[in-house]
């Protein structure tokens, strides 16, 4: 497993390893021009099983195409994750390995550093669905409630004319109810309340009045 002699610090350039990046790329190569249908998928697979070297060489060359693959915007968003988690995987072997390698150790900085920019944007944008889905709440809310004050409003207007309404027609001042009908009809058409509404007020109270002048026979 070591990658540099523990007495005198040689390297061992010439360790034999299971897979190198070339290697690595050359079968990602093949599985594009043999499986074009479900490339990436296989790819992912491929990437996520690839032994971890031991060798310097190898380790740095690796998390050197793991970072580049990562952040390029080219490559497929599955594929980038997968090459991510292996980067993960070449961390947790080079700091094991090259502990105190400056050039590991700066590959190894600049990987947690993309990652951790990239949770960042992540989580800035859940914040921001999140307070779109709250200011949509809060709008769909505050709507609501004005238009429930807004109907009581209307309500308290409409039960104050037809009591009044009624009370004019009982003492047989017709004119007067007649114009006051005349005036309830008017508020509802200037601010377009429902008709179904109308019906049951004004009708109501027009049905009413015409009963009245027909016991009066005063109808014209």
Known sequence: MAVKCSECGHEFSNVSVNGTADALVKELEIIDHRYPDDAVDRKVEKIQNFPVPNAKEDLIEILTLCKSNMESKAVDSKLRKAWGAKAMQMITKSEMLLKGDSEA???????????????????????????????GVGAFFYINHSNQAEKKAHNTEFAKAKTDINAMIQKGEYDDAFAGLEEL????????????????TVGDLYQKLVIALIREDALE
Do not use: H, M
Not at 109 to 125: E, F, G, N, P, Y
Not at 185 to 200: T, W
């Open 105 to 135: 150790q700066y590959l190894i900085d600049a990987i947690r550093s993309a990652q951790a920019k990239k949770k960042k944007r992540l989580s800035t944008v859940i914040i921001c669905i999140v307070a779109v889905i709250a200011i």
């Open 185 to 200: 009809n008017n508020y509802f058409s200037v601010n377009d309340l429902d008709r179904i509404q109308y019906r049951e």
